[in-house]
């Protein structure tokens, strides 16, 4: 079975800081990546996703994310954060083909003005 | 246009009733699926309807759930004699399901939150 892995549970920034979330994925066959982000009091939405081409993903609001298919992971960073990209991150994962998404257990990113 | 809209929002229940939760999906979607978030876990997937074939029911985790999508439109997902570690909201999402291959985006909704006492 799949599983995903965010080891860092609660991240906490100052403004303009460099951020990296890690996500980590068990699969060995061919995966579709996702990180989806739930502002406070919004639904989910995504940010970006991995299915095939170039492993460096640019997604929204200057998110990217990089699949490494020898460390299965696929974290996500942004180069400079703002207050407004205090949110829960959700990493997901499902195998070619197969449409249910595996997701971890979120990372809450909170920014200091 | 519209998102996923669910109903309730919020759901009291005490133990042993019946519930259910409503979703409508993006008009044109083909594809539905359902979740729960409990407290401190990561979104787990429940089930999938794609079109008119058989729905993917592997994620319930019990016979007291069950879901149906009625025209291949709204999907109601049912849970019976409910118990509280029911307690958690429940994520309905939809998609166009054309990609193939499992790469479309999922739009989902606000969820409803459902607490068993």
């Known amino acids: 079975a799949q599983s995903v892995s965010q080891h860092n549970h609660h991240v906490i920034l100052s403004e303009a800081a460099s951020l990296e979330l890690g996500c980590n994925y068990s699969?060995?066959?061919?995966?579709?990546l996702f990180w989806y982000v739930q502002y406070p009091g919004q639904h989910l939405q995504l940010l970006l996703k991995?299915?095939?081409?170039?492993?460096l993903v640019k997604g929204i609001k200057g998110f990217e994310a990089e699949f490494i298919k020898s460390k299965f992971s696929f974290n996500l960073r942004k180069p400079s954060v703002q207050w407004s990209d205090t949110a829960e991150y959700f990493c997901?994962?499902?195998?070619?083909?197969?449409?249910?998404?595996?997701f971890g257990t979120g990372t809450r990113l909170t920014i200091i003005p | 246009g519209a998102g996923v809209s669910q109903s309730p929002s919020n759901k009291v229940t005490e133990k042993g009733k019946d519930v259910e939760l409503r979703c409508d999906p993006i008009?044109?979607?083909?594809?539905l699926y359902w979740y729960r978030q409990s407290l401190g876990q990561g979104l787990e997937f429940l089930i999938y309807?794609?079109?008119?074939?058989?729905?993917?029911k592997s994620g319930l985790p019990s016979d007291r759930f069950s879901a149906e999508r009625t025209g291949g439109s709204v999907s109601t997902l049912t849970i019976q004699r409910t118990q509280q570690e029911d307690s958690a909201v429940y994520l309905c999402?939809?998609?166009?399901?054309?990609?193939?291959?499992?790469?479309?985006?999922?739009?989902f909704g606000p969820g409803t939150r459902l607490t068993v006492l």
């Open positions: 999402a939809s998609s166009w399901g054309l990609a193939g291959g499992g790469s479309d985006t999922q739009y």
């Open positions: 699969y060995g066959g061919t995966v579709n």
């Open positions: 991995y299915f095939s081409g170039d492993p």
């Open positions: 997901a994962v499902n195998s070619f083909g197969n449409e249910k998404l595996t």
């Open positions: 008009s044109g979607h083909t594809a």
């Open positions: 309807f794609q079109g008119n074939s058989a729905p993917d």
